[in-house]
């Protein structure tokens, strides 16, 4: 078994020392914030989808021309000159080429890969030369300014063609990763193919009970089923879309009763019925009557993951409970005086709140004995959070004033939009949402929520009814592309620019204040 098939067939994506995310220097990005290590391992820590960025950075790595020098400027022919010597023994890949099938040329045209993909029979490109062009094809969707905004319906639909007839679980994942993505950057334009076409695809493979499918490729299906409903469905009515939900719990409960559960499967599920509950909550006008029976009815469920002994399992469900909380209804039962008696010291809540409060202070207290020093303050943060979450929640309508100090939203962790702002975000509804979203657009993600507005909608929890949507976005589009680092023409700009635009924009907003207090 192969290095690459080892960490694909493995539970998780992560490797000692907290794992990484993959070669940053095997291949070209476009100026895109970093992620601070809070938002990393909080949005992060307990899903393995970075595994597949790493192995396709590692694929890419195994092209035959260097491409950090050629991705920034579109030419291909900038290699470097030593790019020869690195790579003395013919590759797979270089046969082909000398076939006269693939050229440098091809390794930096989307259209061009998608044709030697789809055009160009398999004894002419072999299957590891495959893997190489579909890795190659979306590190260009990914990190190349001309490609990453640009959808095309022909390349969608040639996409979903090349997963159907994948013959690899290499091949199948990375045509799924490519897929998702081109997509998910306009569902405008691509919902009807993405409903019609792609995700009763990957429903067909979701619900098989035996082991056509592998674990790694139906992990994969789910957080990639749950992420396109997101960009697809967010907004409308959402109806009918229970079944859904209703399909991801009985895989965990499958699994759960299984003798060798999935830990990438269930955490995989437990984020996506997270993602229905808030497709639920947004499109049907937040908080209802409706939304707390189905809340009501699947908690039961939820909590009893909980008690479950893997450490991930744990932690996606706790986060799931958390944003039960966040989405109920805690003052439904004032509005119907026949339904509720006023005099009860106690409002609805989606569970039993002292029995769930209870099993999180001991998994708080118990922690985890096999994890490491750092993943288990990671951990205990998780517990705690959720705990003030549920407690701020259950309080918030009870003697306000009294109570404001004393329960508090937890700042759950910071999301960085761009090299000087990022956001507070205390809502779980926005952390599930960010994480499919990373899920989808990879090393693009931050380009993509500053960019395209179409992402943009889709991160945080629209207020309804005057409540606080658990996150500081109020500022969120006057971020402007210069201070991303982006000229108007979307050419990546060098840092002293950068710095030179930003410090001058300081200093024009610095002198219209100035101004203003004068003249006022």
Not at 70 to 98: I, W
Not at 328 to 350: K, T, V
Request: aromatic residues 8%; contains cysteine; charged residues 25%.
């Amino acid at each position: 078994m192969s290095d690459l098939q080892r960490r694909l067939l493995s539970p998780s994506g992560k490797t000692k020392g907290g794992g990484s995310r993959g070669s940053s220097r095997s291949h070209s990005r476009v100026s895109t914030p970093g992620l601070s290590d809070d938002e990393d391992s909080y949005l992060n820590n307990d899903l393995d989808f970075n595994q597949l960025d790493e192995l396709l950075a590692k694929k890419l790595g195994e092209l035959s021309v260097e491409p950090s020098r050629t991705s920034r400027s579109e030419n291909p022919q900038s290699t470097s000159p030593n790019s020869s010597k690195k790579l003395k023994e013919p590759s797979d890949l270089d046969q082909v080429k000398r076939n006269k099938e693939i050229t440098n040329q091809d390794l930096y045209s989307t259209d061009n890969l998608i044709s030697s993909l789809t055009s160009t029979s398999r004894t002419q490109v072999s299957q590891e030369s495959r893997e190489l062009l579909l890795a190659q094809l979306f590190n260009l969707y990914t990190t190349s300014s001309r490609y990453q905004h640009t959808y095309d319906e022909f390349q969608l639909e040639q996409l979903i063609r090349v997963f159907i007839n994948a013959k690899t679980e290499n091949e199948k994942l990375f045509a799924l990763k490519c897929g998702a993505y081109m997509g998910a950057i306009d569902t405008k334009e691509s919902s009807q193919i993405i409903v019609d076409e792609f995700l009763p695809l990957l429903k067909r493979d979701i619900i098989v009970d035996d082991d056509s499918v592998s674990v790694t490729l139906k992990a994969n299906y789910i957080m990639a089923f749950s992420s396109l409903l997101l960009v697809v469905m967010d907004g409308s009515g959402c109806y009918g879309i229970e079944e859904n939900s209703e399909m991801f719990l009985e895989v965990i409960e499958g699994q759960l009763n299984s003798k060798n559960a999935s830990t990438s499967i269930v955490v995989n599920s437990l984020q996506s019925v997270g993602i229905i509950l808030t497709l639920i909550y947004s499109g049907r006008g937040g908080p209802s009557s409706s939304l707390n029976d189905y809340l009501i009815e699947i908690a039961p469920r939820v909590v009893a993951v909980i008690d479950h002994p893997d450490f991930q399992i744990q932690l996606s469900a706790t986060k799931l409970i958390g944003l039960i909380y966040e989405l109920f209804d805690y003052d439904e039962g004032n509005e119907d005086e026949e339904e509720y008696d006023e005099s009860e010291a106690f409002q609805p809540s989606p569970y039993h709140d002292e029995e769930i409060l209870y099993s999180l202070r001991e998994l708080y207290n118990k922690g985890n004995k096999k994890t490491s020093k750092r993943d288990k303050s990671d951990t205990k943060s998780v517990f705690k959070d959720v705990i003030q979450s549920i407690e701020y929640y259950l309080n918030q309508n009870k003697e306000p004033d009294r109570l404001q100090d004393i329960y508090v939203l937890p700042t759950l962790t910071r999301l960085k939009i761009s090299r000087t702002k990022s956001y507070e975000i205390s809502s779980w509804f926005t952390i599930l949402r960010v994480s499919s979203l990373r899920y989808l657009f990879g090393a693009a993600f931050h380009t993509q929520l500053l960019r395209n507005a179409n992402i943009k909608k889709h991160v945080f929890k629209p207020s309804f009814n005057g409540l606080n949507s658990g996150s500081h976005e109020e500022n969120f589009d006057d971020i402007d592309d210069d201070e991303y680092g982006y000229s108007s023409s979307h050419s990546p700009l060098s840092d002293k620019k950068k710095t030179q635009m930003l410090q001058k924009k300081r200093s024009e907003k610095a002198r219209e204040r100035v101004h203003s207090d004068f003249v006022g």
